[in-house]
């Protein structure tokens, strides 16, 4: 596999999911650089930078608040 910062044409990623702005549902968008990434909505100038640390940490709290609510539930069938 080709390290990003060695590549000579941009990686982009549409994904599927939707987004409502400005009126209309729109794609998101991953642009995707040595230094991170840019995320946007297809037809739509803005993007927001993110760096690859930021996307672990959240992933990461993402999955231990995934956990306790698993383990609640549990809890609570019991």
Do not use: N
Request: hydrophobic residues 35%; glycine residues 6%.
């Amino acid at each position: 596999m080709t390290s990003l910062s060695k590549r000579k044409t941009k990686l982009s990623v549409e994904f599927s999911e939707t987004v409502r702005e400005q009126g209309k549902l729109r794609e998101v968008i991953m642009d995707f650089h040595p230094y991170g990434v840019t995320v946007r909505l297809k037809g739509l100038r803005t993007g927001y930078e993110i760096s690859p640390g930021a996307i672990w940490s959240r992933a990461a709290l993402l999955a231990v608040e995934k956990s306790r609510a698993e383990k609640r539930a549990t809890r609570k069938r019991r």
